[in-house]
């Protein structure tokens, strides 16, 4: 008999894994789409603001339509199929702020949605808060040693 | 050694009745269940809320199916996956039953029968008990995985928890389909603590129960029409087949897993199966005790599989417990 550590590994190297060649291939055109979209939407938006609102209005059109597909039960099954490819664009972002606010508001505004809506995006918002900081400490450490030397 | 009790007094089961939601009545076992919700709400308006009139609608059905009043009922033994096994208090506390809760993840089935059948060994006259367990996919999804409208990948060896309940109703009768014998099951340490694999956290409770059964020498793996794990999904019934060859038994021709029956995998996306107290649960009383009531089967080995865990014992890498109780259901 195995002991339960000898038995875990076994488990870990024998268990059918994610097909990761698929999904990056599915991720890669999916992900590569909604860029794609993005870039058409920018050249129409071009039409109407300078490049930094269009970027800008790019962004925010992908948010609301991600949030919108999220509430229709839509966007779960397009990201089953796409996995990374719908993740990694701001779209993803969208989803894990819409998601948890979905699912708890059952639990009232205050004491459901309100401290849950960030239980997947947290994390995110969180370190990227901190290592910006970081990376703004080390800057200017860099920008006062110059000035030194 | 480890040994199954042999009732005195093998309880009956008297009545009995399933219920399942969307995707289940989808599978290839959708036209057995007694009650069906295609919006999986169940009339109500929250997930939560839903499994409990799950877990009322199906104890209901076995109520009315078996003609007997709940003031009958001296005793309903239940649970379900929500904290504080919230499904069943809400959902059957005014059946008005004396009530004992339980909590045994997946395998909380195969213990409500086993609990069942000794508080009616010490019973006498016409005693009914009853077992009720559910599940909710919906509701577990919340509780231990992500929101239901996050987008995401699951492993091929997640599982899929069923929306679906199973009643029974334990008693005195002269001849019927009957719990001859029960086991309790061992806590057994798998190593694993990933969440996503509880078929192979499982699958060494199960080899071990399967293991101290058939090392008894009464017990013979011929003399059983089938062998019936809970939950194993296709990943733990792999790992089970595999553990138990090392000991030199086979049991993959008489082996089912109900958490590979409530679906059908290539249609529908459920990685490596059903999960979940009412997958169990609902395939004895769909599939199984209908087969066992018209003889078609005569004996079997009935057990549910459970993986002890929480969202926070996983997330502290305390490794999942796997458990599995059995009972032995035969056809007089």
Same mark, same amino acid.
């Given at each position: 008999m ?8 076994h ?56 949030a ?11 990201a089953r ?8 664009p701001v ?13 708890n ?25 901190l ?19 | ?17 399933s ?31 839903a499994?409990g009139?799950?877990a009322h609608?199906?104890?209901?059905l ?13 005793v309903?033994?239940a ?12 959902g ?6 004396p ?10 089935c ?7 059948s ?31 409208e996050?987008g ?12 679906a309940?199973?009643?029974f ?7 019927g389909?009957?719990?001859t ?6 806590m ?32 013979? &793996? ?17 790992f ?21 029956l409530l ?9 490596s ?6 997958c ?7 599939h199984?005790l ?9 004996? &079997?080995?009935?057990?549910?599989t ?22 032995? &259901?035969?056809?007089?």
């Amino acid at each position: 008999m195995y002991s339960s550590k000898e038995y875990a590994e076994h488990v870990k190297k024998t268990s059918p894994r994610s097909p990761v060649l698929k999904n990056s291939v599915k991720a890669f055109f999916v992900g590569g789409a909604i860029c794609a979209l993005g870039q058409a939407l920018f050249f129409i938006y071009l039409n109407f603001a300078d490049e930094k609102e269009a970027q800008l209005f790019v962004t925010v059109t992908l948010i609301a339509a991600a949030a919108f597909l999220t509430g229709l039960g839509i966007f779960n099954k397009i990201a089953r199929f796409a996995g990374a490819g719908t993740l990694v664009p701001v779209t993803g972002f969208a989803n894990s702020v819409v998601s948890p606010a979905i699912d708890n508001k059952k639990e009232g505004f205050i004491l459901g949605l309100g401290p849950k809506i960030f239980t997947v995006a947290g994390p995110v918002i969180l370190y990227s808060v901190l290592s910006g900081a970081l990376y703004g400490i080390i800057l200017y450490a860099v920008e006062v040693f110059k000035k030194l030397s | 050694m480890r040994k199954t009790k042999i009732l005195k007094n093998p309880p009956a089961f008297i009545s009995y009745a399933s219920a399942a939601g969307y995707e289940e009545h989808r599978g290839p076992l959708g036209c057995k269940f007694d009650f069906h919700d295609e919006t999986d709400l169940f009339g109500s308006d929250s997930w939560e809320k839903a499994e409990g009139e799950l877990a009322h609608t199906v104890l209901s059905l076995a109520l009315k199916k078996g003609g007997i009043s709940e003031q009958d009922v001296e005793v309903l033994f239940a649970g379900d996956l929500q904290n504080q096994c919230v499904a069943s208090s809400s959902g059957l506390y005014n059946f008005g039953i004396p009530y004992l809760g339980l909590y045994g993840a997946c395998s909380t089935c195969t213990e409500a029968l086993l609990l069942s059948s000794l508080y009616l060994e010490t019973s006498e006259g016409d005693t009914i008990a009853a077992a009720v367990t559910s599940s909710h996919y919906c509701a577990a999804e919340r509780q231990f995985r992500t929101p239901l409208e996050y987008g995401g990948q699951r492993t091929p060896t997640a599982q899929w928890t069923a929306t679906a309940a199973g009643a029974f109703l334990l008693g005195r009768k002269e001849s019927g389909v009957r719990i001859t014998e029960i086991m309790p099951g061992k806590m057994i340490d798998s190593g694993i603590c990933d969440a996503s694999n509880m078929g192979a956290a499982m699958a060494p409770a199960a080899a071990d129960s399967v293991f101290a059964l058939f090392s008894d020498e009464k017990h013979d &793996i011929s003399s059983f029409d089938r062998i019936v794990t809970g939950d194993l999904g296709d990943t733990g019934s792999f790992f089970l087949h595999e553990l138990l060859s090392k000991d030199g038994i086979d049991i993959r021709d008489k082996h089912e897993d109900c958490g590979l029956l409530l679906y059908d995998r290539n249609a529908q996306d459920v990685h490596s199966g059903a999960s979940g107290c009412g997958c169990s649960a609902s395939v004895l009383a769909a599939h199984y005790l209908p087969m066992l009531e018209k003889r078609e089967l005569k004996k &079997i080995l009935f057990m549910s599989t459970g993986a002890l865990m929480s969202p926070s014992s996983v997330q502290q890498r305390i490794p999942i417990f796997g458990i599995c109780p059995a009972v032995v &259901i035969e056809s007089d």
